[in-house]
């Protein structure tokens, strides 16, 4: 069973930046597309961004700009970055790892860290 183990979430005020990072206890972690989720109550898990394993990334349009998620694969992290934020942003933020092959698909979720924008 491979877990992730998330950390850097935190209080800050609008304007202000966090980096989330998101360690996996897997020697194949360099197989993994990693991403971030995020949720808030009465709400469903929301992709924020996600990088493959070659590196392509993807991010949903609310955080163009202003988010970048990398991976550090000799660390087996994955981080996100985010800058300008905004209370909207508040949410549980989630480290997600998926790896395919042809015969099988794994996923795992991490515990999820809690990130508050507010004044």
């Known amino acids: 069973q491979v877990q992730f183990v998330e950390s850097g979430g935190g209080s800050v005020q609008p304007g202000g930046s966090l980096r989330l990072s998101c360690t996996a206890s897997?020697?194949?972690?360099?197989?993994?597309?990693m991403g971030w989720y995020r949720q808030t109550p009465g709400k469903q898990r929301e992709l924020v961004e996600i990088?493959?394993?070659?590196?392509?990334?993807n991010y949903t349009d609310s955080v163009k700009g202003r988010f970048t998620i990398s991976r550090d694969n000799t660390k087996n992290t994955v981080y996100l970055q985010m800058n300008s934020l905004k209370p909207e942003d508040t949410a549980v933020y989630y480290c997600?790892?998926?790896?395919?092959?042809?015969?099988?698909?794994?996923?795992?979720w991490g515990q999820g860290t809690q990130v508050t924008v507010s004044s």
């Open positions: 997600y790892g998926k790896r395919e092959g042809r015969y099988y698909s794994l996923d795992y």
């Open positions: 897997t020697s194949f972690f360099n197989l993994y597309a």
């Open positions: 990088i493959s394993s070659g590196g392509r990334t």
